[in-house]
């Protein structure tokens, strides 16, 4: 008989999770927990009044930052919770999130209310590899390789729910051979 893996839990995560422990926030809201930026919330953890100012135990997959499982402290299951939009909305590795943060810090996309800025901030890493292989040629391009790690470990980031369409393709200039 093979070996096999134990049932992932609070005390034995999958290989690919990292493990934390925050803080349950409410301020006249619901219950959440708030992760690279971004709050996470859940029915389970709305009805869990009684950890608000306590701390949890958060497993984030790297791989897909989108939703993340939650423990209370004894290691009892609270449930998913899911990113607030625009997050909700996107299947995203960590690193892919934090770009997208830092173009926004860098002020090249608006992260405002009713503003889906993860959509903006994808289009500008597709077009920037774009410009970046017609201008480069076949040498390496920081945001062509941030988007074949993203294919890599989410599938292509174009096309069907919770994902991004890839942008029209360049024109070519006149002139050009």
């Known amino acids: 008989m093979a ?9 034995h995560p999958d290989l690919d999770v990292t493990v934390d422990i925050s803080y349950v926030r409410a301020k006249n809201e619901n219950p959440y927990t708030k992760f690279c930026r971004t709050r996470y919330r859940s029915p389970g953890l709305t009805h869990a009044v009684d950890l608000i100012d306590h701390q949890i ?19 009892q299951r609270i449930g998913t919770l899911t990113a607030e939009w ?3 909305e996107y299947d995203t590795t960590l690193e892919l999130k ?7 810090d860098d002020g090249r996309i608006s992260a405002q209310h009713n503003v889906d800025y993860v959509r903006d901030g994808l289009n500008l ?18 945001a062509g390789t ?5 294919q890599q ?3 292509p980031a174009s096309g069907g729910p919770g994902t991004v369409e890839p942008p ?10």
């Open 86 to 88: 625009p997050w909700s």
């Open 153 to 155: 470990q989410r599938g």
């Open 3 to 11: 070996p096999t893996l134990p049932v992932a839990d609070a005390q």
């Open 98 to 104: 934090r770009q997208i943060f830092r173009l926004v």
């Open 125 to 142: 890493i597709h077009a920037q590899a774009r410009a970046d292989a017609r201008r480069k040629g076949r040498l390496v391009s920081r």
């Open 57 to 75: 135990v958060r497993h984030i997959k790297r791989s897909n930052v989108r939703m993340i499982e939650a423990y209370r402290l004894n290691g």
């Open 168 to 177: 029209p393709p360049a024109r070519e200039l006149p002139g050009a051979p």
């Open 146 to 150: 941030m988007l074949a790690r993203e």
